[in-house]
């Protein structure tokens, strides 16, 4: 995708976000944190101490850059569209 939002503020429809591809880091990054954890979880199960402890931080250090990849993608979209200037809508009629 460009550096150019849609004509409304972030995104105009819904499911516009995830074929952003700016998103796709942050996506990949809460699967991979929702696989670290269930591998966490089998091993914690298991008895594998020691697989634990790395897997509690994958799995932490996974979801905390992903909520940090897509707030970064936010800002980006909010300055864009506060660089564009307020989005014009037609006024409703009043009854």
């Known amino acids: ?3 150019t939002t ?3 503020q972030y995104h105009a429809k819904p499911g516009e976000s995830l074929a952003d591809i700016y998103n796709m880091p942050g996506i990949v990054l809460f699967i991979a944190g929702v696989v670290s954890l269930a591998s966490t979880l089998t ?5 594998f101490t020691r697989w ?4 509690a931080t994958v799995t932490a250090l996974c979801f905390i850059s992903s909520v940090a990849v897509f707030w970064l993608e936010h ?3 909010r300055r864009l ?3 564009r200037g307020p989005v014009r809508t037609e006024q409703q ?3």
Do not use: I, N, Y
């Open 81 to 83: 569209a506060q660089r």
């Open 93 to 95: 009629p009043r009854d």
């Open 6 to 8: 849609s004509g409304q």
């Open 52 to 55: 634990v402890a790395v897997g």
């Open 75 to 77: 800002e980006r979209l």
């Open 1 to 3: 995708m460009s550096d």
């Open 43 to 47: 091993a914690a199960g298991d008895g």
